[in-house]
T-cell receptor, first 114, second 109 residues
Framework: EAQVTQNPRYLITVTGKKLTVTCSQN?????MSWYRQDPGLGLRQIYY???????DKGDVPEGYKVSRKEKRNFPLILESPSPNQTSLYFC?????????????FGQGTRLTVV | DAKTTQPPSMDCAEGRAANLPCNHS???????VYWYRQIHSQGPQYIIH???NNETNEMASLIITEDRKSSTLILPHATLRDTAVYYC??????????FGKGTRLHILP
């Protein structure tokens, strides 16, 4: 089954404790991206990757890092989480460099930073 | 900023066709119209996309006006499971998806 898998689904952490949210897709897609969703602000793109070793900033990249060492994986790293990074996070992938086709989204990771 | 305008909410009776409008008056010639939906807090789900011609798949139909400045997503027989936020997105190939606020569709029993 084609899918994008994020882990963990829920996470509560403390300010400053480094964490990684993993994202994996089984569709051999080139394009992957991370979004955060906040009430009243909608879905905003954090980072995206056009292919292995190619990443770029989205609209809200501050406080986040990503890496794309393998095609299937695109982890989101919070080196020093802060309460304003409390949010619902989604990973997405699509077969082309952008949106000329269907994008698949993961089920989300709800992060709380206290 | 999103390049589309959608009504914030709509109601539709179960079993009836749900027609969701979207204005995209500044759309460029190489930009597609995409529709996604998000049920509760799940990941967004792709529905359909088109460039100029009307499109239909197993989920919905997409009607794009001749001048391409607006479009309508049609769910032919809405069910309670179609209750969701529907996003109309305009984007060129290889460009990023920018989500607006979408339309919250309520299907009424």
């Amino acid at each position: 089954e084609a899918q994008v898998t994020q882990n963990p689904r829920y996470l509560i952490t403390v300010t400053g404790k480094k964490l990684t949210v993993t994202c994996s897709q089984n569709m051999n897609h080139e394009y992957m991206s991370w979004y955060r969703q906040d009430p009243g602000l909608g879905l905003r793109q954090i980072y995206y990757s056009m292919n292995v070793e190619v990443t770029d900033k989205g609209d809200v990249p501050e406080g986040y890092k990503v890496s794309r060492k393998e095609k299937r994986n695109f982890p989101l790293i919070l080196e020093s989480p802060s309460p304003n990074q409390t949010s619902l996070y989604f990973c997405a992938s699509s077969p082309l460099g952008g949106v000329n086709t269907e994008a698949f989204f993961g089920q989300g990771t709800r992060l709380t930073v206290v | 900023d999103a390049k589309t305008t959608q009504p914030p909410s709509m109601d539709c009776a179960e079993g009836r066709a749900a027609n969701l409008p979207c204005n995209h008056s500044t759309i460029s010639g190489n930009e597609y119209v995409y529709w996604y939906r998000q049920i509760h807090s799940q990941g967004p789900q792709y529905i359909i996309h088109g460039l100029k011609n009307n499109e239909t798949n197993e989920m919905a139909s997409l009607i794009i006006t001749e001048d391409r400045k607006s479009s309508t997503l049609i769910l032919p027989h809405a069910t309670l499971r179609d209750t969701a936020v529907y996003y109309c997105i305009v984007s060129a190939r290889d460009d990023k998806i920018i989500f607006g606020k979408g339309t919250r569709l309520h299907i009424l029993p």
